[in-house]
């Protein structure tokens, strides 16, 4: 006999899905936009605002917030956390819990075919190139230009590569 398999999804009625769209289990995505046939793994978070292109693979456990747009052709690897709020605080000057007014959603765009490697953390107010790759464990914390690889905390420069087409 066949187990019944659930779907664990929290995905709202404001998603916007392209064609072919893969979903695993456990995810919760709200008020963002997914390309035609991008891969999204298990365990990822997709928040309001963020756009994902056509043909990415959203590794397992990635967190995307507002603010993040990733055009066509992105890889995100496991555990990759985007950063919209370069100076979080739980509560206002007031002393009350934050709201939407109490701060500024900052933006972080990630180009065509750009590479995000497994637990990376990327820092708000920065664009990754087109083709560029961010190693493993990497903090992205200013732009990364295109077709250059970087790594470390904070990420550098290791080389430049070229176009692969």
Not at 29 to 37: F, H, Q, R
Not at 39 to 65: L, M, P, T, Y
Not at 134 to 151: K, L, N, Y
């Amino acid at each position: 006999m066949m187990a019944q398999r659930s779907r664990h999804q929290g995905i709202a009625p404001d998603v916007k899905l392209g064609a072919n769209v893969q979903i695993h289990d456990f995810v919760n995505l709200y008020g963002c936009e997914v390309g035609d046939n991008t891969r999204i793994g298990a365990f990822v978070e997709i928040q309001k605002g963020a756009k994902i292109g056509r043909n990415c693979k959203i590794s397992s456990h990635a967190f995307i917030c507002e603010g993040v747009t990733i055009e066509d052709e992105v890889f995100v690897g496991h555990h990759v956390v985007f950063i919209n709020d370069r100076y979080p605080r739980a509560v206002n000057a007031r002393g009350e819990l934050q709201t939407e007014a109490d701060w500024t959603v900052r933006p972080t765009v990630v180009r065509r075919g750009a590479s995000i490697g497994s637990g990376a953390v990327i820092l708000c107010d920065v664009t990754i190139g087109e083709g560029a790759i961010v190693g493993a464990g990497s903090v992205v914390t200013r732009p990364v230009p295109p077709w250059t690889i970087v790594a470390g905390n904070p990420a550098r420069v290791v080389r430049q590569t070229g176009p692969e087409r």
